[in-house]
């Protein structure tokens, strides 16, 4: 059952989450807008696609994220741990391809533990680590009344401090911040 609650955002920092779905990239976005400092986002180099530093503009500065390709799973991990552990980046982003097994994701938390970092995996639907804090759905709501192309749910479908939730929220370019979104009445 989802209640509604209050919005969890920002995540909690020293803790590692996950998110799945279609816009996922675009919680990625609105996450890396919300935490000072600087952003490392890892994708595996054999991905064909990759993410031009310009389409963050809308959301953040671009020149506030840096962009890593290493060449496996295994070495991005490496580059996440050591990133979460060294705290240096307020936020540190993996796209990941595998589910983690538990050893790799409590790795992860206990580096961001150390740090003092938040770590964010984006994963395929269906695949995540036990290891997770949260693990979200970010899916796009199609409003043909609204001009507005942002309007996503985000959804906590795991949660391992306290319920579910699911919220419709909108990224307002002009006041650089995520609104709430009231569900369409009938």
């Not at 590692?16 to 994708?43: M, N, R």
């Not at 705290?87 to 003092?116: K, S, W, Y």
């Not at 391992?160 to 006041?175: E, I």
Request: hydrophobic share 45%.
């Amino acid at each position: 059952m989802l209640r509604d609650l209050a919005l969890p955002f920002p995540l909690r920092p020293a803790r590692v989450y996950e998110v799945c779905g279609p816009v996922a990239p675009s919680f990625a976005a609105c996450l890396a807008a919300s935490v000072p400092g600087a952003v490392l986002w890892l994708c595996e180099s054999w991905h064909s696609d990759t993410l031009n530093p310009l389409g963050f503009l809308p959301v953040l500065d671009p020149t506030r994220v840096l962009l890593a390709r290493p060449a496996n799973q295994t070495d991005a991990l490496a580059v996440a741990e050591e990133a979460l552990k060294d705290g240096a980046v307020a936020l540190v982003v993996l796209e990941i391809t595998r589910p983690l097994d538990l050893r790799e994701g409590r790795r992860l938390q206990l580096a961001a533990g150390t740090g003092g970092s938040i770590g964010l995996c984006l994963i395929p639907e269906g695949m995540g680590s036990n290891a997770a804090e949260t693990r979200w759905r970010a899916t796009p709501v199609f409003d043909p009344k609204r001009e507005d192309s942002t309007l996503m749910r985000w959804e906590i479908i795991k949660n391992k401090m306290g319920t579910l939730g699911a919220w419709n929220v909108c990224w307002n370019a002009q006041a650089h911040r995520l609104d709430l979104v009231s569900p369409a009445g009938e």
